[in-house]
Structures are given as C-alpha cells and as structure tokens.
C-alpha cells in the first residue's frame, strides 16, 4: 500500500540564533522538554534536557512557554536569556481514593492501522484527539490504557501524553499531574500507555488525549523526499504519527500557544480522496476500566 505523508513546510524569514535555560522558580533547577513557540507563530522547539534552547527568530518576538506542571509564560528573550517558571500549586482537596477492580475493559476509539502518517517538522506540536462521553462508559468509567499508532523514523524516539478537560469547545486544564513519557520503537507500532494509576474518568463534556512531539537532539533525523522531481531534504523530528480521517471535528492542535480545532474542508465535487470532506486525527484509542 502506497504511504501517505503530510508534511508541512514553512517559508519564514529568520532573523538571529538565540539561546536560553528555563528553570524552575523554586529549586533553580534547569526544567527539560519545555514547549517553546513563537507566539501567533509557527515557529518553535523543546528545551534539552539540561533546560537549554536554540531558536532561530528575532530577540523581540515574544515566546511562550509551556510544560505539565508549570505556568505558561509570555516574554520577549531580549528581556532575559534565563527563563524562570513558577510551578503551579493543585488543590487536591477532593481526592478520590478508589482501587480499581479491572474486572471490565471497553476499548473506544475506532482507530485503524493505514499507511498515513503525520511528520511533526520542527514544530513541537501537540495532537489532539477528542472522546465524548457516552451513557455506557458509566460501567467502566476510569481510563485504563492509551493506545496509538506510530511510524516512527529512528529507534526509540520520545514523545509525551497530555490529557486535557474541555472548556467552551477547546483543551483546557491539564488532567496528569505529571509527565508520562513514551518511546517509540522504529517502524509501523501499536503502543500501549498505561495510565490506570491516575484513576482519571472521562467528564460528562468530554477528554482530550494529545500526543506531544519534543523537538529535541535525540529525535532529530533528516527526512528525505522528492518534490518537483528533484530530491530534497529538511530536519524532522521523529516519531511520525499515523493519522486517520473523521467526518466529525474531533481532532485538534497546539500551535503558537494556543489551541485550534481541526475543521472539516468541504469539497463540492465527487469524494476522490480520503481526506476530502473530513478531518486529519491521530489514531488514538482508549482502553476504559471498572
């Protein structure tokens, strides 16, 4: 089967290398794998893990900068080159405390495996995916397992899982209250992420579960294509998702610190396509517990 890739290429006029360190506000500590992005731009990439970044824009731009755990902060780098980020406080007041008997499993999702995959650039993107609640979940409320497809380009490439609440149509609060990691293996994967522990249920106005690229060292490769008939190349970040396409706008993105909804792109004349009349979603499932 012949594969599809989408691939989104920028022309944008750069101005200057520049560089920085986020740091934690209390500890002083260097924060790693933070979500940096020009804002109202498409431009961006991930703090290292010693909580370094480069980036190729102008010092007056304003940036944005986000991670699980922390408050996002807007400044311009022409103010500082170290970043310091204050950590948010949970009220964890309500706390439920349940054991799970995991007697029941319901998978939901109707994701497939095709040969369609979605290159993140050098964005660090955040893929959405949203599941409604349903009447029927009542009997397995609690996510038990997430599963997507990936077709990654290197070995043991890293990304993260972010769930998120819905507010007024758009990801909202973060569910997790702390960064769960997954490694990718090479190649066409199903990957199973357990997050049983957290006890998270879905809302009654429903879930996001999103899939974060890191645009760091360690995934960097060099993606090779042709275009015009003449072979060319550009840096890409690995892992590639596979995505599947939803006649219902289910599917959004995180792009210049803010949030878009995926829309459908009507397309008058004969359905020729897979994609026509539908929207881009990642394929992700959920495996919900008792």
């Given amino acids: 089967m012949k594969s599809i890739v989408i691939l989104f290429l920028f022309s944008i006029s750069l101005s200057a290398q520049i560089k920085g360190v986020v740091k934690d506000s209390l500890t002083g500590s260097p924060i790693p794998y933070v979500n940096i992005w020009v804002e109202n731009e498409n431009i961006g990439t991930t703090s290292e893990e010693d909580g370094t970044f480069e980036l190729k824009t102008s010092k007056e731009k304003k940036l944005v900068f986000s991670v699980l755990g922390f408050e996002t902060k807007i400044c311009k780098?022409?103010?500082t080159s170290e970043i310091i980020l204050n950590p948010i406080v949970y009220q964890l007041d309500n706390v439920e405390i349940t054991k799970l008997k995991n007697t029941k499993e319901l998978e939901i999702?109707?994701?497939?495996?095709?040969?369609?995959?979605?290159?993140s650039g050098d964005k660090p993107w955040i893929y959405g995916k949203l599941f409604t609640y349903e009447p029927k979940y009542s009997e397995t409320p609690y996510l038990k397992n997430i599963v997507f497809l990936s077709d990654?380009?290197?070995k043991d490439a890293k990304l993260k899982i972010r769930i998120f609440q819905l507010k007024d149509s758009l990801p909202d609060e973060d569910m997790l209250f702390e960064d769960v990691f997954v490694t990718v293996k090479k190649g066409m994967r199903k990957n199973v992420v357990d997050i049983s522990k957290?006890?998270?249920k879905i809302p009654n106005n429903g879930i996001v579960i999103g899939l974060e690229w890191l645009i760091i060292e360690e995934n960097k490769y060099l993606y090779e294509y042709t275009y015009n008939k003449t072979k060319q190349s550009t840096i890409n970040y690995a892992p590639s998702l596979?995505?599947?396409?939803?006649e219902v706008e289910n599917s959004f993105r995180y792009s210049g610190g803010r949030w878009i909804k995926s829309k459908i792109n009507k397309i008058k004349i004969k359905e020729t396509k897979p994609w026509d009349n539908k929207v881009m979603v990642p394929a992700i499932n959920l495996i919900l517990t008792n």
């Fill in 109 to 119: 999702g109707d994701s497939k495996k095709i040969h369609h995959k979605h290159l």
């Fill in 242 to 246: 596979v995505i599947n396409y939803s």
């Fill in 77 to 79: 780098l022409s103010e």
């Fill in 198 to 200: 957290y006890k998270i």
């Fill in 152 to 154: 990654s380009e290197k």
